[in-house]
Nanobody
C-alpha cells in the first residue's frame, strides 16, 4: 500500500530553520506531483507548496514564498521542504501529499495520498 512518512518537524525559535522530509513507498514516485500542506489548531488545512513530477516546476503559497523551498529526489522517493526565517504563524502540523494530477495542485482535493503529518512549532 501507499505510504507517505514525514519527518524533521520540531521546536524552533523564530528566525530559525527546519527541513522536512517525506519518504514515499508503494507508488511510482516520479508519476506523482507532490505537495506540502499545513494545519494550525482551529484552522483549515492550507496549501504550502507543490512540485511537479520531475521537479521542474514549483508553486508556493504567498505566505511562504521566498522563505520555503520544496524539492524532490526521485531516486530516493523523497520530497523535502526547507523552511527558513520561520515565524510563529508557521506553527502547524505539516502534511505531505501525492497527486496524479498536473494542475489544481493548490487544492487538497487534488491529492490521493497523505502522510500522517509532522508537528512544527515556532516560538517567539
Amino acid at each position: 500500500q501507499v505510504q507517505l512518512v514525514e519527518s524533521g518537524g520540531g521546536l524552533v525559535q523564530a528566525g530559525g530553520s527546519l527541513r522536512l522530509s517525506c519518504a514515499a513507498s508503494g507508488l511510482t514516485f516520479s508519476s506523482y506531483s507532490m505537495g506540502w500542506f499545513r494545519q494550525a489548531p482551529g484552522k483549515e488545512r492550507e496549501f504550502v507548496a507543490t512540485i511537479s513530477r520531475i521537479g521542474g516546476s514549483t508553486v508556493y503559497a504567498d505566505s511562504v514564498n521566498g522563505r520555503f523551498t520544496i524539492s524532490r529526489d526521485n531516486a530516493k522517493n523523497t520530497v523535502f521542504l526547507q523552511m527558513n526565517s520561520l515565524k510563529p504563524e508557521d506553527t502547524a502540523v505539516y502534511y505531505c501529499a501525492a497527486s496524479p494530477k498536473i494542475s489544481r495542485l493548490a487544492y487538497a482535493s487534488s491529492y490521493d495520498y497523505w502522510g500522517q503529518g509532522t508537528q512544527v512549532t515556532v516560538s517567539s
